[in-house]
Every structure is written in structure tokens, then in C-alpha cells.
């Protein structure tokens, strides 16, 4: 096959190429680690959450490429909300707050729509292969069921470097991880990504807004963070991302 000239090369990450060309970004997917339905299932939820109205980049193609996978979309361009934190230090928490009525905005959107898998299978699943011992695995799969069953659209990966800033409007970007299922258990992950990130003082003013914002008592939330870092386990290597985690898992009954 004839190499395809996909443009400039903007970023390596999690197996993937991301280019950028005449106004579309293209996603080349390694296939040692994504298969074709993994890379379809990510532009079929895009889509579906175009069509729910949300600002997300359309969808253009997906289609094999020497063995891997392209997914190609509209490029947005414009500073990511991690940019303008970066920028204007002092405007920080002003900018999480704008992640936070983002992120309340999506979770306003209810969805029963099979194309979503659910969370709490997804959730079931990473407890599961966290290498925790069988008592921690259990108590935490009893906690998850215990859980209020919920339908909202839930990102899986909101945080400022997933929403740019274009002609006076947020788009969210990188859509692989959204299910559907409970608003906290999304808070709890955004939560636990900008602690691994580094910014546990950033992670802290969140989750005390999103919770005063949302009017949810912050113990819930907490709960939720308990099963969402067993389900980063598997993947952390760094031993300090890894100490971080098992402090968040504290399992507290849920009645």
C-alpha cells in the first residue's frame, strides 16, 4: 500500500499518532493494542454525542491503514483548557470551574441508548484485573453494586486537556472512554486523573466545587473514588502514581 501523507505529526500517546492536515486530525491506531471494533466504537460514541447535540469534533472516517486503524476527524483549533490554565496561573480556578459546568452540562444528558456500554460493567471489569488481593476485590464489587443505577452521559476522561477553547466555545474531545451510568462515578474519575496528573491541590478544589455545584455530598463522591482508583491499578507503573491510589481506596459501607 502507497504511503499516505497524513501531515504533521502533533503527538505520540497510548499507542497512537495523531496528525494534523488541511483542517482534519487523523488518529492512527496501532494494532498491537487497538482493534478495529475498539477504534470504531470511539467515532460511533463521537457521533452519537454529535447527534445529542454535544460540541465534539465531527466525525469523518475510520478505515484500516497497513494493518492499523485511522480515525480521522474535524481538527479544532484552538488552546485546550490545560493551555489556559498554564497561560493565566492565576485564572486557575476560574478555568475549573468552566470544566466543572462543562462537565455538569453533559452529565444533564440521560441516555438508555445501548450504543454506550454501561459504567458499572466497565467498573466490575477493572476491579476485577487490578491485582488486588480477593477481600479488597470483593468489598469493592459489593460497594459498585450497591450503587444507585444511573444513565447519564459520562465522559470517563474530562479533564483540561480534553476541552479546547475555539471561536468562543468548549469542545470536548477524545470520547473511547464515555458509558453511561452514574454522575459521581464520572466526578470521581476526573478527580483521580488530576491526581495522578500531579495536581492533587487542583483534584481537591475540584471535587469540592463539583460537589457544591452538583448539591452532592462529597462522602458519595468518595466512594466512587474508591473503585475508580482500583480500576487504574493495572495500568500504573510509577510507584508514587501506584501509593497515590491505594490511599484512595478506602472502602466505606454504603447503605
Not at 483549533?77 to 498554564?86: N, Q, R, S, V, Y
Not at 470536548?172 to 488530576?194: E, F, K, Q
Not at 452538583?214 to 493495572?234: C, E, F, G, P, R
Amino acid at each position: 500500500m502507497q504511503e499516505k501523507d497524513f501531515g504533521e505529526l502533533l503527538l505520540i500517546n497510548n499507542n497512537k499518532k495523531i496528525y494534523s492536515k488541511n483542517g482534519v486530525i487523523s488518529k492512527v491506531y496501532d494494532h498491537n493494542f487497538y482493534s478495529g471494533s475498539d477504534v470504531l466504537r470511539e467515532a460511533m460514541i463521537q457521533a452519537y454525542a454529535k447527534e445529542r447535540g454535544l460540541n465534539v469534533p465531527e466525525v469523518i472516517a475510520v478505515y484500516p491503514y497497513n494493518g492499523d486503524y485511522v480515525f480521522e476527524l474535524e481538527e479544532i483549533k484552538g488552546p485546550t483548557l490545560a493551555d489556559l490554565i498554564e497561560k493565566d496561573p492565576d485564572n486557575k480556578k476560574k478555568y475549573i470551574q468552566k470544566l466543572i459546568s462543562i462537565q455538569l452540562d453533559l452529565l444533564s444528558h440521560n441516555s438508555s441508548n445501548l450504543k454506550l456500554p454501561k459504567l458499572k460493567d466497565k467498573l466490575n471489569a477493572y476491579v476485577s484485573a487490578s491485582g488486588l488481593d480477593a477481600s479488597t476485590r470483593y468489598d469493592l464489587h459489593v460497594l459498585l453494586e450497591k450503587m444507585p443505577n444511573h444513565y447519564k452521559i459520562c465522559h470517563g476522561d474530562l479533564v483540561p486537556h480534553n476541552i479546547i477553547y475555539s471561536n468562543n466555545q468548549y469542545y470536548i474531545l477524545d470520547w473511547a472512554h464515555c458509558t453511561r451510568g452514574n454522575a459521581s462515578a464520572d466526578a470521581a474519575m476526573t478527580y483521580i486523573l488530576t491526581v495522578l496528573h500531579g495536581d492533587i491541590q487542583g483534584a481537591n478544589f475540584y471535587l469540592k466545587e463539583f460537589c457544591k455545584k452538583s448539591d452532592i455530598a462529597i462522602q458519595y463522591v468518595q466512594q466512587w473514588i474508591s473503585v475508580v482508583s482500583a480500576t487504574k491499578l493495572k495500568n500504573a507503573t510509577n510507584p508514587e502514581q501506584r501509593e497515590l491510589l491505594m490511599r484512595n481506596i478506602n472502602v466505606v459501607e454504603y447503605n
